[in-house]
């Protein structure tokens, strides 16, 4: 009997890693599990992922991403949010679905549009990973040339800046005058505890008062 992926069971927290898939069997794949599914893929050079993600993991990454939203809109910064889009290459045999993405440096060259193709079009500028159950492997986003990659591990928020292909840990390059990587974890901390509205709203006050 043949066993289809809809019949898998990945439990909250965890992952499923396949081998030996083809480009052509990671594509069917995502057709078979559909755009309405709670996990999250990810395929690089024959290895396909399905993580099913925890509330943490969701909540953590509703609020950096708000914190990202506010920080471009009190700048100014015209932005494209994606959210968790699928993004992938076959000449590159990559393909990744990041927790959050955003087009900012490159917000006009997508502005509007209801398919992104790689094939064309740029990647996003900044994605976001939150790697409370796993740690995101660099790969996927390194052939597919996102810029800026993000990662919260529930404590630290590690910035990472491509450069000559490869990430390299860094101050964000998109706002290079602030100190993210500190303050972002302060107030994500802060919303536990106050709210995420006032949580929120003290962001975009210290955000004004460093510009």
């Not at 993580?51 to 990454?61: I, N, S, T």
């Amino acid at each position: 009997m043949l066993l289809k992926l809809n019949q898998l069971i990945v439990p909250a927290g965890h992952q499923l890693l396949i081998k030996n898939i083809s480009w052509s069997g990671y594509k069917n794949i995502l057709a078979e599990l559909g755009e309405n599914r709670t996990s999250r893929i990810s395929y690089s050079r024959g290895i396909l992922e399905i993580m099913a993600p925890l509330p943490e993991h969701e909540v953590a990454k509703v609020i950096i991403g708000d914190f990202v939203k506010a920080l471009l809109e009190e700048l100014d910064i015209e932005f494209w949010s994606l959210g968790s889009t699928t993004f992938d290459q076959e000449k590159m045999d990559a393909g990744v679905e990041p927790d959050d993405c955003f087009y900012i440096q490159n917000e006009a060259a997508v502005r509007g549009k209801d398919r992104i193709d790689l094939t064309i079009d740029p990647p996003p500028d900044l994605a976001i990973e939150i790697d409370i159950t796993s740690r995101t492997r660099f790969n996927n986003y390194e052939v597919l040339g996102v810029p800026e990659l993000w990662r919260w591990n529930g404590t630290r928020l590690e910035i990472n800046v491509l450069i000559n292909g490869k990430y390299v840990a860094s101050t964000s390059s998109i706002f290079p005058n602030l100190p993210i990587a500190q303050v972002i974890p302060e107030y994500l901390m802060r919303s536990k505890t106050e709210g995420r509205n006032a949580a929120m709203r003290a962001f975009r006050v210290w955000v004004r008062e460093q510009i």
